[in-house]
């Protein structure tokens, strides 16, 4: 209600309901608390494996979302940094959905739900967005513009 009276868009406020909504439903039908972070541990295994096809097939997924962002469409795929960058970009990126599926799926696995919690809330914020950070702001990265 708080978003349509300020008038600001529904659709943050509608994923993130449909995300609980989902995920209590996993919880639901697992029987168990844990099941509360299924959706979010999986969808790092898929994610990862989305960007590792991107860099197999020569289309690194960081450099697809961030020219869609920026407005410069596909020009990065003509210029041989660029798509290093992009590619780098895409590969530490895969690594991070990696290690956030092991770790969650062993924390899961072993019934540590605390300390799930703990690392799904720290991981989303710390180590997310460094690594794609880091290797786009290189010298000699792919620019913006």
Not at 98 to 123: C, D, H, I, M, P
Request: glycine share 12%; aromatic share 14%.
């Amino acid at each position: 209600m708080l978003r349509l009276v300020r008038k600001e868009p529904l659709q943050p406020a509608l994923s993130g309901l449909f995300g609980v909504a989902f995920a209590s439903f996993a919880a639901w039908k697992t029987g168990s608390a844990k099941g509360y972070f299924l959706l979010g541990i999986w969808s790092n295994l898929l994610l990862g494996g989305l960007f590792l096809l991107s860099l197999l097939i020569r289309r690194p997924l960081a450099g697809i979302v961030w020219g869609a962002l920026n407005g410069t469409g596909t020009t990065w795929l003509k210029d041989k940094p660029s798509r290093r960058y992009y590619a780098i970009a895409t590969l530490t990126r895969t690594g991070v959905f990696a290690a956030r599926f092991v770790v969650q799926q062993w924390l899961y696995e072993e019934n540590s739900t605390g300390w799930l919690a703990s690392r799904k809330s720290r991981w989303a914020t710390r180590c997310s967005h460094w690594p794609s950070w880091w290797s786009c702001g290189q010298p000699g990265a792919p620019a913006s513009g």
